[in-house]
């Protein structure tokens, strides 16, 4: 009964009443994380191997309007699987984000398909994985791959948003404890790690230039760390100005050092998809027998250290989006929650916590505390940045026998990376460039 929601269950107080916001959205999360992990454990080696035992996922796979082409089967069926996946996950979030548009509150009969009937969507869900297996590779692994790469873009660019707006509220935690007591204790620890952050960057930094480039070549590599250091070096020193402080007092290298860490991350995120085994060490090459290897070594996994810190980052900024809203009104804007819904306001419930910190509110009579749609489009974008996340940005060549990094995808990633330098810079000027508008 708590599966197909809180009316019929006899036991309502073990069930989410009406005011299930929170709940809704965590279980949506988790359909996604059961996801992750069925894909994480389709590209372990020894199931890999036998995925050509699954009904369908096999057969006709090289079909083609009709025409049966000869395709290795064994080729990346890892690959393939966790693209199947993908595209399940991405279309399951697509059908919720498609009928949950203008949803103001919960009465509107379609919020109860939203907070409730869990066991159906569960079901749903399994549908379209079931049916996903079906389709003939073709051109779905080409096609499929760049929605993967603009899902992804976006993805990380809400990614920064986070990021930036998590170093604004934790610079302005501190230090409005600071100006409450112990002022001493809370100044040594935000310097402390700011000193951390930084000191993390320069090291990653320094590694990046020695294990990424050469004195002679790798010309892209060497010009990708440079431009991401000197646009580091210039945020850092904006962000400490004597206009930018009068404008934003809790303005600080705290909130530079974070960023600066994260753009050191994606450009190492970057530099492993150079297809350049010379200046890639770290390079995965991938043949139809389904071995890896980096240069003479063979791997026991398929996926490097870059696509396991870019997990975790997904998962936190995953849970962020389902969990909790912002301090600042203008990230609520963007993000369609809390302040920015059509209930928000002292009779909708939204609870604020001791220190400041305001969590999602669960009452949407009124007015729904999220934008349902919007929700379900992050879902589909962290989804397909996921999917490739776990395949390493890589795919298959015309004949589908060779495993390749593009450079499609060092470009999105550094592309990304500036983009998120200019969005924190952009945070620092505002007021300047703004005065008439409110950005406390």
């Given at each position: ?5 809180s ?89 919720f ?30 549908g ?53 007591g112990?002022?001493?204790g ?22 990046l ?8 070549g ?7 760390i ?19 402080q ?25 530099l ?33 250290a ?58 949407e ?54 983009a ?19 950005f406390?």
């Amino acid at each position: 009964s708590c599966l197909c929601g809180s009316a019929p269950c006899l036991l309502c107080g073990c069930c989410p009443s009406a005011k299930n916001s929170t709940i809704s959205r965590l279980i949506f999360t988790f359909f996604l994380f059961l996801g992750t992990l069925v894909s994480i454990i389709m590209i372990i080696p020894g199931v890999e191997k036998e995925l050509h035992k699954l009904p369908g996922f096999c057969e006709g796979s090289g079909s083609v309007l009709g025409l049966q082409s000869k395709v290795d089967c064994s080729s990346f069926l890892g690959h393939k699987a966790v693209y199947r996946m993908g595209f399940a996950m991405a279309a399951f979030f697509c059908l919720f984000a498609l009928l949950m548009v203008c949803v103001r509150s919960s009465k509107d009969p379609r919020a109860a398909l939203q907070n409730g009937f869990w066991f159906f969507k569960f079901l749903v869900l399994v549908g379209i994985t079931v049916g996903a297996f079906y389709i003939p590779d073709g051109a779905f692994t080409s096609v499929w791959f760049y929605f993967g790469v603009v899902g992804s873009f976006l993805f990380i660019l809400i990614q920064l948003v986070l990021l930036i707006d998590l170093a604004h509220s934790w610079s302005q935690s501190w230090l409005r404890n600071a100006d409450q007591g112990n002022a001493k204790g809370w100044y040594a620890a935000l310097c402390t790690i700011t000193f951390l952050f930084y000191a993390a960057s320069i090291a990653a930094l320094v590694l990046l230039y020695v294990y990424y480039t050469k004195p002679e070549g790798c010309t892209e590599g060497k010009a990708f760390i440079s431009i991401n250091l000197i646009l580091c070096l210039v945020v850092s020193v904006v962000s400490i100005l004597p206009k930018i402080q009068e404008a934003q007092p809790h303005s600080g290298l705290l909130q530079a050092s974070l960023i600066t860490l994260y753009t050191i991350y994606v450009t190492w995120s970057a530099l492993a998809n150079v297809p350049a085994q010379r200046c890639n060490p770290t390079l995965l090459l991938r043949n139809s027998t389904g071995s890896a290897t980096t240069g003479t070594q063979p791997l026991t996994t398929w996926w490097d250290a870059p696509s396991i810190v870019g997990l975790v980052i997904f998962i936190l900024c995953t849970l962020f989006i389902s969990l909790r809203s912002s301090d600042h009104p203008q990230v609520n804007k963007l993000m369609l929650t809390e302040e920015s819904g059509a209930g928000a306001g002292a009779g909708a419930g939204g609870d604020t916590e001791e220190g400041g910190v305001r969590r999602a509110y669960d009452n949407e009579q009124d007015g729904v505390s999220y934008s349902y749609t919007f929700f379900h489009l992050c879902l589909l974008l962290a989804a397909l940045y996921n999917m490739m996340t776990l395949t390493n940005w890589y795919r298959p060549d015309e004949t589908l026998q060779v495993l390749s990094s593009p450079w499609t995808a060092v470009w999105v990633k550094i592309c990304s990376s500036w983009a998120g330098l200019l969005l924190y810079l952009w945070t620092l000027v505002a007021p300047l460039l703004l005065p008439d508008r409110d950005f406390s």
